[in-house]
Each structure stands twice: as C-alpha cells, then as structure tokens.
C-alpha cells in the first residue's frame, strides 16, 4: 500500500522545541511559489519565524533563471519567515546549508552555496531572498527537499544530477518527521550563528565537497578557477586561484561552473 504523508501542522508542532522557527504552520495544497507567500506574510511582524509549506508549488524558484520543479506530495517544500535576522546574508546562507544537510542525513553534504548533496547528487537546493517589507527587508528562507521522487521520476537532464531522501535511504522518509528535524535545525544553527561564527565556518569545512577541491565558477560574468581553500563568513567562497593570488566570491553573484 502507498504510505501517506500529507503535510499536518499539527503533527509538525507536535513536540517542536524552537524559539522562534516555526512560531506559526502554514500548510497550503498549493501555491505559485511559496517564497512570494511568504514576502506577504512578512509584511506583519507578529509572523516572525512563520513557516509556510505547499504539497506543490506551479511556479517554484531556483537561483538565478532556474525552475523548481517537484510532482504533488513528492517534496518538502517550506518558506520560512524571518524579519529579525541580523546574520547578513553570506552567513546566513552558510547557516541554511548546515541545517538542512544536517536535518535531512547524516550522509548528507554541502556544494556552496545551497545545494545539500547526497552521494554526489543534489538532494535539496535552497533559495534566500531579501524582500521589501514596512520596516526595511525581510529575509525570505526557501527550502525545497527531494522526498519521495523514484530513479525515473526527475527530467532526462537530472537523471544523474538529482536525487531524493528515499532513494538514497532505501526507505520511506516521512515528511512531517522530517518538516520537524528542519525546523528544530534551522532553530538551533541560527542562534548558534549569532553567538558563535567560528562554529558555523568549522561546521560547513566538515561538509563542503568543495573544499580542497578545484572549482570553477562564474562571478559577474567572468571565469575563474582556484582551489576552495575555505569559507568567509561575510565574503563568501575563498578560491587560491590558479592565475595567482587568493580571491573570495559571493553567493548572490556566483554561479558554480558544472
Ligand atoms: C535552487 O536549488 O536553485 C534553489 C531551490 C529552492 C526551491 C525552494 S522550494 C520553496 C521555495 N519556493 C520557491 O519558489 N523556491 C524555494
């Protein structure tokens, strides 16, 4: 029999120990993109921490030009609210992959700057934003996790570039259980991050598949290729680049080259 695991706010707060993640659940049938939900929500300051989730999403976003695509009930797919956050965004971005690596699997890595990897292919993918709201901006923490998706289900491009919990763990992940993990994660590592940088750097050096690796990426329209010989929490990537000297690229204007 086909297991069900339709989203419950009330199996997710079921239990749920967080400050300030998850302070109110939302669960929609359906949405454009949840992201966009979630910049209306912003706009009341009682809706810090707000979580919304959508069984699917018609006009999901990815980074840059991308699509997010997903079939109904297949995804983990959240937008969470946060209007108070003072991190800025690089660390912010590095906290967010840490998170959800952690709350999806032991196994699980980091490609910088939100792809969260497992055995080599994309598990999840994650989309910041900023977004206008009474006050100033909001941050606006997109997160789309591969649940239930089989080997064949994912376009003939993604076939060897993409994968989902299930595959990869050979079982069924339940996606209130793991809707639960990720907010108790993103909780944690967010307070972690405001008193303790240090901690977040030496964390994301643990789980990077970059790190000590040759990368090639694009900044601003131009290519560079250097070894990634670490994290800066306000720059971004640190490349020794090939050409000489050591350069760092931020996450909103780099791209990752293959
Ligand atoms: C990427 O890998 O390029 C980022 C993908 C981010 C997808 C999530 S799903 C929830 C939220 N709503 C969106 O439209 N996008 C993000």
């Known amino acids: 029999m086909q297991k069900s695991d339709r989203l419950d706010p009330d199996k997710m707060l079921t239990g749920l120990k967080t400050k300030r993640i998850g302070s109110k659940i ?17 706009k009341d300051k009682t809706n810090e921490g707000l979580a919304i989730f959508a069984e699917e ?11 997010w695509y997903s079939d109904k009930a297949d995804s983990l797919i959240v937008s969470i609210v946060l209007s108070e956050e003072k991190l800025n965004t690089e660390t912010l971005s590095l906290t967010s992959a840490i998170a959800t690596a952690e709350a999806i699997s032991d196994t699980a890595k980091i490609k910088w700057p939100n792809d969260v990897i497992m055995n080599n292919k994309k598990v999840a993918g994650i989309l910041l934003e900023l977004k206008p709201n009474r006050k100033g901006f909001s ?13 064949g289900s994912f376009p003939a491009e993604l076939q060897n570039a993409a994968t989902s919990i299930d595959i990869e ?14 907010l108790t994660s993103i909780d944690h590592w967010l307070e972690t991050a405001k008193q303790n940088t240090e901690e977040v750097i030496e964390r994301w050096r643990q789980l990077s598949i970059q790190l000590g690796h040759r990368i090639k990426l694009v900044f601003d329209g131009k290519s560079y290729c250097g070894n990634c010989i670490g994290v ?8 020794q680049l090939e050409a000489g000297g050591v350069r760092m690229f931020d996450a909103a204007h780099t791209s990752i080259a293959g």
């Open 26 to 42: 939302v669960v929609l049938e359906s949405a454009a993109s949840t992201n966009d939900i979630a910049a209306e929500y912003a």
């Open 57 to 67: 999403q018609t006009a999901g976003r990815g980074r840059g030009a991308n699509r």
């Open 139 to 151: 941050y606006i923490l997109g997160i789309g996790i591969n649940c239930h998706q089989k080997a």
């Open 169 to 182: 763990n050979g079982s069924f992940i339940d996606r209130n259980i793991l809707a639960k993990r990720l």
């Open 232 to 239: 800066d929490p306000q720059k971004g990537l640190v490349l």
